[in-house]
Every structure is written in C-alpha cells, then in structure tokens.
C-alpha cells in the first residue's frame, strides 16, 4: 500500500511538471495578442495573418501524420517479413490478372521481338451440324419406358443392364 501511494504521488508531480512545462514552452513561443486599440482593418490583417499560420502548421501536421503513417507500414511489413524469417512461411495473396499471349511474350522477349501469336487461330472450330450427325435422337413415347421399368421386373432389367458391361 505504500508503495503504491508513493507510486501515485510521484504519478501527480509528474503531471504537475508537465504541465508547468508546457505552459512556460508556450509562453516563451505565443507572445500574449493586444486586440484592443485596433482599428476594424488592423483586426481583419491579424486574423488573415492568424488564418495563413493555422494553414501552414495544418499541412505540417498533415505531413508528419503521413510519414506516420507509412512508418508503421513499413514497421508492420518487417514485422511480418520477420515472422516469415523464423520459418512461418505465409503466402501473399495474388490476384488474377488478364494478359494476352502477345502481351506475355513482349514481357519474356522483351520489346525489341514483336512476335505476335494468335492462340485462337490453332483451335479446332467444332461445327454443331456435324455433332448432330453423329448421335441419333430416339423419339419414342417416354409413358412406355416408365411403365417397362416399373415394378420388379423392370428392377431385374436396370440390374441386369448395369451388370452386363462389367461381366464382359
């Protein structure tokens, strides 16, 4: 118990510090503004000039936040390429990314081989007339295909029909 009040007195003069601290910074940094005796345009040139200085620190901060940012980026990649390092291999994701066959060997062969390639012109054209040639449509009445197969005889005729291609 002493020990934490101790802990917690030297917590608050700690605090009381920083705080003295920062108002003596401030004070040395911000002289203290005279608005009074001013006349309405000396006030507008002021507050132009405050404005101009809020802008210039905005985009400082927005900087510095930036390069944040990015640090902790980095930091977190070499984290993980850390982790990796220590035998946790793990796969980056990849993304599936169309390109031409006129596109890939420019990549490989570089720019100076304009080879062009048409990959489709090798494919085989399958012609739907000819497909219909080779298997015959059977049009027959389906209620007498049911009425075959119902019941145990037409049980025996699957069975026998499925075990006849093994059997040969």
């Not at 934490?4 to 003069?13: G, R, T, V």
């Not at 390639?117 to 054209?125: F, I, P, Q, Y």
């Amino acid at each position: 118990i002493l020990m934490l009040a101790k802990a917690k007195e030297c917590w608050e003069q700690e605090i009381e510090e920083r705080e003295a601290e920062k108002s003596r910074y401030l004070a040395e940094r911000i002289p203290t503004l005279q608005t009074r005796g001013l006349s309405l345009s000396a006030l507008q040139d002021l507050c132009r000039e405050l404005h101009a200085k809020v802008e210039v620190v905005d985009e400082e901060r927005y900087d510095i936040e930036a390069k944040c940012l990015h640090n902790t980026r980095e930091i977190k990649d070499l984290k993980l390429k850390v982790m990796d390092l220590r035998g946790k291999f793990k796969r980056p994701p990849l993304r599936r990314v169309r390109v031409s066959a006129d596109a890939m060997l420019r990549a490989l062969l570089g720019s100076k081989h304009k080879v062009s390639m048409d990959l489709r012109a090798n494919l085989k054209s399958v012609k739907k007339e000819d497909t219909e040639k080779e298997r015959p449509v059977e049009v027959g009445d389906w209620r007498k295909n049911v009425e075959a197969m119902s019941g145990m005889e037409g049980r025996k005729k699957m069975f026998d029909a499925a075990k006849s291609p093994t059997s040969q």
